[in-house]
């Protein structure tokens, strides 16, 4: 086992009328839209304003993402406790984003904020860090700010998944329940002597993240079944895509499968000590120890951790996985990180297992794969036009509130 020259971290952007009770207006992907990685991203403090909205056509979709924003004197959101019994932030479309949703996005975010500051020159570790302001953003606004769009997003995907009949809730409640209904289920399964994948348990943050992109795989596929679909992809528009980036398809063919040594952490007390640990990790590593070994006694509950990037998931993974994919992309076989990886509100020792690629010469797997990215497009194009045409009040005072730093 040999440890990869060191490297420099690379940081990461760190998801009709239909029959059935689906959606009552279908808001279809046009050809030719913004798609949301070209978006203005958001680093003011006002969630969500100022939005450059993705236009369709007619007056349709002429309206911009509507802002209420209600002093606390001013408006109040009456919620059913059958519906959310908990202190909402905001509401979507009239479902109610609670402040623990928010406040465990603000959770998983910090990382990716204290980069976005750390590479403009800002001290991250200063006690001041969230409240000073910096070229007139302020760290805790950021935050706020990006922790709500998500939250916005998420909510819209979740009442699109009940209506497609994928999920039955969508308040944080029934989130909350589900998420203790999955631990048991995991737990008996275990103690029957079952094989489950994943974790026997999850957190709150790690059981949302694993239901989110459940959901937005299931929607995918749900949408792009038939012409009829949002989402549908004929032969001829895959092929045009393909052959539009045929040089891209040809070079990206390449799998990677690695193996990791997470410790998790989250706070930003915890951030420091986790970091020592993973470095704790690695020097057991150059002491020859086994991969194996320091797995079993640094993951939670001496779990074996792999993972497989694939050229049908890149695009998800470059999202939600940044760091990792660039790490085990610069590893030879057998390598691991010269030091510790930050993904997801964890530090990471990567080991690169395997490295294959599939080739060239076969046309329809390569269809197959670039009709997926479409897919994909298309479903960030239609989610963007929800979040443009959705109407959004959020609770001034609460938002204010939602965790206001160490």
């Known amino acids: 086992m040999t440890r990869a020259k060191q490297t420099r971290e690379h940081s990461g952007a760190p998801s009709s009328g239909l029959a059935g009770g689906r959606m009552e207006a279908e808001v279809r992907a046009q050809a030719g839209r ?99 302001e910096h070229r007139g953003e302020q760290p805790i606004q950021v935050l706020r700010a990006r922790a709500m769009e998500e939250a916005v997003r998420r909510k819209l995907e979740t009442v699109l998944a009940k209506q497609y009949g994928l999920i039955g809730f969508t308040t944080y409640a029934e989130l909350q329940q589900a998420h203790q209904q999955e631990n048991e ?50 032969d001829g528009e895959a092929e045009a895509s393909y052959l539009s980036h045929q040089a891209q398809w040809d070079a990206t063919s390449e799998s990677l499968t690695i193996r990791i040594i997470s410790v998790p952490y989250h706070t930003a007390e915890e951030r420091a000590s986790s970091y020592e640990t993973a470095l704790s990790a690695a020097e057991e590593l150059e002491q020859g120890i086994s991969f194996e070994e320091v797995s079993r006694k640094y993951n939670r509950e001496g779990e074996i951790l792999t993972r497989r990037f694939t050229p049908d998931t890149y695009k998800e993974d470059i999202r939600a996985s940044y760091n990792l994919l660039t790490a085990a992309q610069g590893l030879d076989r057998g390598q691991y990180s010269p030091e510790p990886v930050e993904s997801g509100g964890s530090w990471n020792i990567v080991q690169l297992t395997d490295r294959s690629s599939e080739g060239g010469d076969d046309r329809q797997r390569r269809l197959d794969s670039v009709r997926r990215s479409v897919i994909d497009e298309k479903y960030e194009a239609y989610v963007e036009e929800l979040m443009h045409t959705a109407t959004v009040e959020i609770r001034d005072e609460r938002y204010e509130n939602a965790w206001k730093g160490e």
Request: no cysteine; glycine share 8%; hydrophobic share 40%.
């Open 34 to 132: 913004t798609p949301i990685r070209d978006r203005t991203p958001l680093h003011s403090g006002t969630p969500i304003r100022g939005r450059r909205p993705i236009l369709g056509k007619g007056a349709l979709w002429g309206a911009l993402l509507l802002i209420v924003l209600a002093a606390s004197a001013g408006l109040s959101l009456t919620l059913s406790a059958s519906r959310d019994e908990h202190r909402a932030v905001a509401t979507v479309n009239g479902e109610p984003i609670a402040e623990g949703e928010v406040e465990a996005l603000m959770e998983r975010l910090k990382p990716e904020v204290r980069n976005y500051f750390s590479r403009q020159g800002l001290k991250v570790d200063s006690a001041a860090f969230w409240e000073q």
């Open 185 to 234: 289920r995991r737990k008996e399964a275990v103690a029957r002597g079952e094989v489950i994948y994943g974790p026997v348990t999850y957190s709150e943050i790690e059981y949302a993240n694993y239901l989110i992109s459940n959901v937005r795989i299931r929607l995918k596929s749900e949408m792009s079944k038939s012409p009829d679909d949002p989402l549908y992809v004929s």
